[in-house]
Nanobody, 119 residues
Framework: VQLQASGGGLVQAGGSLRLSCAAS????????MGWYRQAPGKQRELVAT???????NYADSVKGRFTISVDNAKNTVYLQMNSLKPEDTAVYYC??????????????WGQGTQVTVSS
């Protein structure tokens, strides 16, 4: 499985970006998909997941601001990011994954896309 992420960039605080991640195979074959992020000097953080195309889960830090969704016809997962803050600055990675015990475990990773939010 290959994942191609795009949509990152530089935006001012309060602005919006939409990340896209195109999969090389049908996303119906995945139990779930998710977005991680990693800021310099910080641990990688699970930002959002979507299970079976509709069940979503978000990190507390992005609830109410970020929305994960899928377009099955395009084999693409999106991350709509609104009301961006400087602390959202990070490299964002899309993943496919499995669930066990209610937890998400990534299988495949995209190459990452940089999001920079200026104050």
């Amino acid at each position: 499985v290959q994942l191609q992420a795009s949509g990152g960039g530089l935006v001012q605080a309060g602005g919006s970006l939409r990340l896209s991640c195109a999969a090389s195979s049908s996303i119906f074959s995945f139990s779930g998909m998710g977005w991680y992020r990693q800021a310099p000097g910080k641990q990688r953080e699970l930002v959002a997941t979507i299970r079976y195309g509709s069940i979503t889960n978000y990190a507390d830090s992005v609830k109410g601001r970020f929305t994960i969704s899928v377009d099955n016809a395009k084999n693409t997962v999106y991350l709509q990011m609104n009301s961006l803050k400087p602390e959202d600055t990070a490299v964002y990675y899309c993943t496919t994954g499995q669930y066990s015990g209610g937890y998400y475990f990534p299988d495949y990773w995209g190459q990452g896309t940089q999001v920079t939010v200026s104050s």
